[in-house]
DNA sequence: TATGAATGAGTATTCATTCAT
DNA sequence: GATGAATGAATACTCATTCAT
């Protein structure tokens, strides 16, 4: 044997690309905070590449432009909802149960930069190219929350009522959560989002 | 007799200081409707000016800056709220009957002018004075809601629950309306207010 | 009588239009000298500003932006050819006088900052609609001499040929005059546009 | 013997030098290309390195910046008119014949990517650095023609003129044809080249 | 040789704000 | 009261250029 390789101090192709991929999600993630923390329009590149030690024109070698930004930050955190899963029919769970179980993952990610991002930016900030993306995506989200609301009211998980409406309050109502200024440790974090779900499904009035 | 007073082609000072005040609600409607349709960082003040027929500088006529307009929009949705009435204590009604004619009155001030523009600014949008400003008003729409909550339980209307929370997710659910775009006719008008309230009322789950 | 009237300090509103005219030209002329000096992309609008003793965003207020005070001063030169007449078919003249006529005032206005500006800029760099509009008068100016030189051959004062090439060769040799650096004394002035024209006239070979 | 050679992997020098000459030149000839068809100052080096699909840096190891890249191709460009030959005083033409043959060579080139470049691009574009160098290869033109001009002058084929004058016009008159846009067939090609030159030759007087 | 990555310097444009009139 | 004029400050975006690999 002739001996170990010498580790070559060129990184390979696909390496190079994997922190390219790296190095894009870190720009996204700063973006999403800092987006999230003084709104889109008060933030500059300026600070986004500050808060990552680059300079400005760094961050168009990984976008296009402010709002291709911004709207990738809005499509993540739609994403994330989705990509929790919880939903799918076939489990046997009641309406109900799923219902629960996709809100609260809704409202977790509502919490995170991403999705305070994907709630606070008004859709009229985006180009016509995203918004239609975006758009998209928020539809599916909200047929989804209506599917679960009719197989559940089917079931007889759930009260009768409009599925358009109700989605939309649910929807709206968990909304307000990543929308608030998060500095109020009581109105923050698993606790309260259990808290604030069962207060949708059952109700303010006594039973 | 001293002959009949000619008329003065100067108009008296409190005919004058109406006028300005006229004019001065004027400018805040102008402002509240472009605001809320545009969102506040993308309106700019030639727009304000141009819906009035007047030039930009007039605005400074009757506004320091563009900042107080908004806070002056916001503080007049929020005031709305508050003028509504039907949430003295006095008036013998339960908490929950008179929680839920607050509530009713705020979702419905949400589809104003005004009240879209206090609910669509984040505030971390704003400058710290008007932070302040505008962090008071709602702190004390907040209270009021608290209050009628405790009340409420107290008087078995209202399920017990941790009133923070609830007040924080009832004022937030109601937000939604005025944050949403209203195109859907089906979403918007009083109608649709009482479902949605009956809604946080008696919850999803089936009584 | 009661006295002579006071001259007022304020403006009368035709005067104040006329200032804005005045000024307005004044940033035209400036514009048209650097320019023409430095070439349009070469030059930044500080560099006019700074010409005027202003600042940048007071050109903004008599253009709409930079590309708009090129195609004016374009404009502006092409326009100069077209005013200093002479070209009518009334009056008498051969139509290789008036030809020459028009040649020598064409020649006379390249050598202006405007001309130059018409000349130097090419048309790929206007917006599509001032190109669009100089295209226009520059199409009419070569019709113009176009049929200036059927005229002549019609007449017998010109040379048979086809008056296509023989107008853009024309054209193209005095458009050499503005696109020079005058620099040079003896390649300027109505002298040098003299013998220029002759040139073209009686051609290099003996006669 | 000592057996076959094996065929190095690696070239030789000579034959490197050849190879990086080569693309030395693609790299010019696709320069020339993009230039004269945007103009220079509106061309990025991202431009002309997607046509040879390189990346941007590739184009340094061939040039030392930008606007050696010019200035090579307006060198080129007017080497091109040098190469053409015919204007040497040996080979017993007149100075006519002589001066209409350098002429034809400069039309010639003048509808080539890189007269057009040398043709199009002002000295005013042009660094300090850059337009000393390309004036002093257009002098040296301008000196041809004033030679043949006086020589034919002197030989009698040429009518008398101030021979800068009669050089700068007929330069001039030419240039047009590379700075023209050549959408027109009809203002292309060698046969417009033949009148446009015996114009020149012949004045648009009857002779 | 060629490239991915990064940057410095520049530039057009917008807009809230001021002020003399 | 209202306006024309002007400005300072900010900001997104471009691009030639460099350099380690």
Same mark, same amino acid.
Do not use: C, F, I, K
């Given at each position: 044997m002739s001996g170990t390789a010498i580790a070559s101090p060129w990184k390979k192709a696909p390496e190079r690309r994997h922190e390219r991929e790296l190095k894009r999600e870190a720009v996204l993630m700063a973006a999403a905070r800092v987006f999230s923390e003084r709104g889109y329009h008060r933030t500059s590149l300026d600070a986004v590449a500050q808060t990552l030690n680059v300079t400005k024109p760094t961050l168009y070698y990984y976008f296009e432009n402010k709002e291709a930004m911004l709207a990738a930050c809005v499509q993540h955190g739609l994403d994330l909802v989705e990509a &929790? &899963? &919880? !939903? %799918?029919? !076939?489990? &046997?769970?009641t309406g109900m149960a799923r219902l629960v179980a996709y809100l609260t993952r809704y409202a977790e990610v509502s919490e995170t930069d991403f999705g305070r991002c994907a709630v606070r930016i $008004? *859709? !009229? %900030?985006? $180009?016509e190219a995203s918004r239609k993306r975006v758009r998209r995506i928020k539809t599916g989200i909200d047929r989804r929350i209506r599917d679960l609301i009719s197989a559940g009211i089917t079931d007889g998980s759930i009260a009768p009522s409009d599925p358009k409406i109700t989605a939309f309050a649910l929807a709206g109502a968990l909304n307000s959560i990543g929308r608030s200024?998060?500095? *109020?440790a009581d109105l923050t974090g698993s606790k309260m989002i259990g808290q604030y779900i069962a207060l949708l499904v059952n109700g303010i009035a006594p039973r």
């Open positions: &929790g &899963g &919880g !939903a %799918e029919p !076939a489990n &046997g769970a $008004s *859709d !009229a %900030e985006l $180009s200024h998060q500095r *109020d």
